[in-house]
């Protein structure tokens, strides 16, 4: 589906017309330059690339100028394809806003999750912990317990819920609905949390009724 790209810049809370309070974020929603538009005779699939956000020539490699210089735009610091616009209707160079959408229409939004680092499995896993603080445990409250077989297989199997980085995926959080637009300041306000930090990343796509 067609879609914009954007920046996370926080989240807040605002009343409904029924007064009740409704948590929603805030996301700074394009404007995004069109790039390069893809086809079924010259790629295999009909796409449009859109460009968010500029970027300083210094700290572009030579193949991506080289495609920014070709397409007469400045160097753009996220890019990504997007399906479903109207092939014929757009050209490189031409720009897409935040009036792509309509308040009340459903919206897919995908980020990069929070990273916390190397957690342990209660983190990570919402572990209860093994046994009780009462029952003579010194330094065992914490830990992930049996994780395996004495003799057979004699491995770990794949998947198994244990210790690790934590965070830092992609992440898609589906059927958020668009609360208010705001065009003059390119704002888009949907219900509820998107992954990410402040001033992170993100994809929102429409969704189909």
Same mark, same amino acid.
């Given at each position: 589906?067609?879609?914009?790209?954007?920046?996370?810049?926080?989240?807040?809370?605002i009343f409904d017309d029924n007064g009740k309070l409704i948590p929603c974020t805030v996301i700074e929603a394009g404007p995004c330059t069109v790039l390069?538009?893809?086809?079924?005779?010259?790629?295999g699939y009909d796409a449009v690339q859109l460009g968010f956000g500029e970027k300083s020539e210094k700290n572009v490699n030579k193949p991506d100028m080289g495609q920014f210089s070709k397409y007469n735009v400045k160097p753009m610091r996220f890019v990504r394809e997007f399906?479903?616009?109207d092939h014929d209707a757009l050209n490189s160079g031409d720009t897409v806003t935040v009036d792509l959408f309509q308040v009340?229409?459903?919206?897919? !939004?995908? /980020?990069?999750? +929070?990273g916390k680092g190397?957690?342990?499995?209660?983190?990570?896993?919402?572990?209860?912990g093994v046994g009780g603080a009462t029952h003579g445990q010194h330094n065992r409250l914490r830990a992930p317990g049996s994780i395996g077989q004495s003799?057979?297989?004699?491995?770990?199997?794949?998947?198994?819920?244990?210790?690790?980085r934590t965070g830092g995926e992609r992440v898609t959080y589906k059927n958020l609905?668009?609360?208010?637009?705001?065009?003059?300041?390119?704002?888009?306000?949907?219900?509820?949390? !998107?992954? /990410?930090?402040? +001033?992170g990343l993100l994809e929102i796509h429409k969704q189909a009724k």
């Amino acid at each position: 589906m067609p879609g914009i790209l954007g920046k996370k810049l926080g989240m807040t809370s605002i009343f409904d017309d029924n007064g009740k309070l409704i948590p929603c974020t805030v996301i700074e929603a394009g404007p995004c330059t069109v790039l390069q538009k893809r086809s079924k005779d010259s790629d295999g699939y009909d796409a449009v690339q859109l460009g968010f956000g500029e970027k300083s020539e210094k700290n572009v490699n030579k193949p991506d100028m080289g495609q920014f210089s070709k397409y007469n735009v400045k160097p753009m610091r996220f890019v990504r394809e997007f399906k479903g616009f109207d092939h014929d209707a757009l050209n490189s160079g031409d720009t897409v806003t935040v009036d792509l959408f309509q308040v009340g229409e459903r919206v897919t !939004v995908t /980020g990069t999750s +929070k990273g916390k680092g190397f957690q342990g499995v209660m983190k990570r896993h919402g572990f209860g912990g093994v046994g009780g603080a009462t029952h003579g445990q010194h330094n065992r409250l914490r830990a992930p317990g049996s994780i395996g077989q004495s003799s057979y297989p004699s491995r770990v199997f794949r998947g198994m819920r244990m210790a690790g980085r934590t965070g830092g995926e992609r992440v898609t959080y589906k059927n958020l609905t668009v609360l208010r637009i705001i065009p003059e300041s390119n704002i888009l306000i949907v219900k509820g949390a !998107v992954p /990410g930090n402040r +001033k992170g990343l993100l994809e929102i796509h429409k969704q189909a009724k």
